[in-house]
């Protein structure tokens, strides 16, 4: 009996791992990240939600004869503090994310109860279905 599929334990463990990863990813959404341009110049500070939570130029990359610098420094410290969340990403959710699912056994067949082949549930990969649909004049 120890051989046979335990559908209990693999909802079980299922709830588990999504509770986990709802857990990681609300304590990522809430982390802040700081890019940075220009050797700190220009600082964004960013939740790993994606909420902009402060801008900080400093006085020094100010230059109104040079406007299209300054919002070089905005893009490239936002792109900064982007790969930052997308690194966290990877590293707190990636094991979410390559999860393998556990071995189903004999679920594919329902232990052996239906064979779901020959109720025509699954056939050849290239088998289209068509689906017709209503006319509107058509009355229900």
């Known amino acids: 009996m120890s ?6 334990s693999m909802l079980s463990q299922a709830m588990a791992m999504q509770q986990q990863f709802e857990q990681a990813r609300a304590d990522a959404a809430t982390r802040e ?4 341009a220009g050797g700190g110049a220009v600082a964004i500070r960013v939740t790993g939600g994606m909420q902009v939570l402060n801008v900080s130029i400093s006085p020094e990359a100010v230059d109104p004869s040079d406007v299209a610098m300054l919002e070089d420094l905005v893009l490239a410290s936002f792109h900064d503090a982007l790969a930052q969340i997308d690194a966290m990403q990877q590293e707190v959710l990636g094991p979410f994310q390559n999860a393998a699912m556990p071995d189903l056994g004999d679920l594919g067949d329902l232990g052996g109860l239906v064979d779901l082949e020959a109720l025509g549930l699954f056939g050849a990969p290239d088998d289209i279905i068509e689906i017709d649909s209503p006319h509107p004049d058509d009355q229900a």
């Open 33 to 36: 990240f700081v890019g940075q």
């Open 3 to 8: 051989d046979q599929f335990d559908l209990g």
